[in-house]
């Protein structure tokens, strides 16, 4: 599983000029470029422009970039993909992710409009039908980084009831079946959008539960808030301790014999947990400097 810091991921719209010249300036973990949803019909030839714009124009340095194409059966994601090919991003993004196909499909229509394959997908599962194929979905293609659950839509497309509540207890089957699909892939995964974005402390103890339920980060409109992520679902000190002692002990006993911590055993699932920690400390220290 991958490593790279996917903690805060902030949404700027392609047709808010502001938005996306600024774009270059927000501190978080990955910046995700959006022609979907957030753009009107009429919007989609404008929006497309002006983030080809940003791309060509801005410096990212380390931050992950991702484009939220329109989804694969619409009018405009053709004119997307070929929009995008030869600007330099890390992933594109698939809403609506239904199936294995609709993410095969994508791979052959970057393929075939020169998009380089360095470029990685993430699909968005925000429907039923997406969360029932959520393990074709994370199996589809190679390409896949990882799974974005788009929880607005999947509360309405189980209709449930328009009151936020905390807990999400409605959706949690839908989370538990995507976080299940993209585990056992080996694909990271992160959360919806936290429905209040003025409340700080309700967004922190959100970012805690959806850490303790197994997700690498979420997405967000208020970059104000990326801090608070990155903070929340990034090892704690006592987990980077707990991790060191973990390693040692497993190091200081070598492959035959059994490490224990505290008097407990140490299982093969606890030394993965600490490498997965560590690797993730690091590769927060130390981003890949990409010049951008």
């Not at 949404?11 to 996306?20: A, I, L, P, T, V």
């Not at 422009?49 to 990212?60: P, Q, W």
């Not at 056992?184 to 974005?197: L, N, Q, S, T």
Request: hydrophobic share 45%; with cysteine.
């Amino acid at each position: 599983m991958t490593t790279t810091p996917m903690r805060s991921v902030v949404y700027r719209f392609g047709n808010d000029d502001e938005m996306c010249a600024g774009a270059s300036s927000i501190a978080s973990d990955a910046l995700l470029l959006d022609l979907e949803d957030s753009v009107a019909p009429s919007e989609k030839q404008s929006a497309r422009a002006r983030i080809c714009h940003t791309l060509s124009k801005n410096r990212f340095g380390a931050r992950t970039l991702i484009v939220r194409v329109n989804a694969i059966d619409s009018p405009w994601c053709d004119d997307d993909l070929r929009a995008l090919a030869g600007h330099r991003l890390d992933a594109i993004m698939l809403p609506k992710s239904e199936s294995g196909e609709a993410l095969r499909t994508l791979a052959r229509l970057a393929d075939a409009l020169g998009i380089d394959r360095g470029v990685g997908f993430w699909a968005m599962i925000e429907t039923p039908a997406g969360v029932l194929r959520a393990t074709e979905i994370a199996t589809a293609t190679p390409r896949l980084l990882g799974i974005a659950v788009g929880t607005g839509d999947l509360s309405r497309g189980l209709c449930g009831y328009p009151r936020f509540t905390p807990d999400r207890l409605p959706l949690l089957p839908a989370l538990g079946q995507c976080l299940l699909a993209a585990r056992a892939a080996g694909r990271m995964i992160i959360d919806g959008a936290y429905r209040d974005p003025i409340d700080a402390d309700g967004f922190a103890a959100a970012c805690r539960a959806s850490r303790e339920l197994g997700f690498d980060g979420r997405t967000m409109v208020d970059p104000t808030l990326a801090p608070i992520a990155d903070r929340e679902y990034g090892p704690s000190e006592v987990e980077l301790h707990w991790a060191r002692r973990i390693i040692a002990a497993v190091a200081a006993v070598g492959p035959d014999g059994p490490a224990r911590v505290d008097g407990r055993l140490v299982e093969p699932g606890y030394l993965v947990q600490a490498q997965r920690f560590l690797a993730l400390e690091a590769a927060i220290a130390a981003p890949i400097s990409r010049a951008r």
